[in-house]
């Protein structure tokens, strides 16, 4: 999933931004993440997430 892509020609570098379920602590979490920047994501118990569905 790309949140923001802007071209490299013009020296902005473009965003790449994903979402996985992965065990945190023993449980499932669903994390997202910026690909392109060190130290940007967060986590949430999968129980606690909202389907894009749900929340819209």
């Known amino acids: 999933m790309v ?3 802007t071209s490299l020609e013009r020296g902005v570098p473009s965003q790449e931004v ?3 379920v992965d065990e945190v602590d023993g449980r499932p979490h669903l994390v997202i993440a ?3 920047r060190d ?3 967060l986590a949430t118990v999968k129980s606690d997430a909202v389907s894009v569905d749900d929340w819209r």
Do not use: I, K, P, R
């Open 3 to 5: 949140a923001n892509s």
């Open 18 to 20: 994903t979402a996985a």
């Open 34 to 36: 910026d690909l392109t």
């Open 39 to 41: 130290d940007a994501w």
